[in-house]
């Protein structure tokens, strides 16, 4: 039996300050339309724009409001598959890196994800499906 995941990366998002903007961009660009949702509960709520994908399998990724990434200075953000998102988090400050984004959940059954500075600042994502 085996841990390793079909793909390494599982996610990526696009920040953006003007998230209606960005979201008309990549629908024009690409002439698709993306799937709106909210991800997040409460008051940590915030829409999404997901890019449409076919089936189950492969990896996709959304526009995403920018709060703790910004476009300018954090471009676009991969997310790395963790099948223990709780136990990755709670390694992330004893390796020098810094919580961006707490466990979050996504909607429907598409897991949790989270951001952290690694140990030389990189903003990076991590997703549990």
Known sequence: MTNLPINAATWFSIPAIDFEKSVKF????????LIRDTMGDGDQAKPFAMFPKEGDAGVTGAITPAVNILPANGGVLVYLYTSDIDGALSRVE???????LPKSSLPGDM???A????????PIGLHQP
């Open 26 to 33: 990549f629908e024009d660009l690409l002439q698709i339309t």
């Open 94 to 100: 004893g390796l020098g890196g810094k919580i961006l």
């Open 111 to 113: 897991g949790d994800i």
């Open 115 to 122: 951001t952290f500075a690694d140990c030389e600042g990189t």
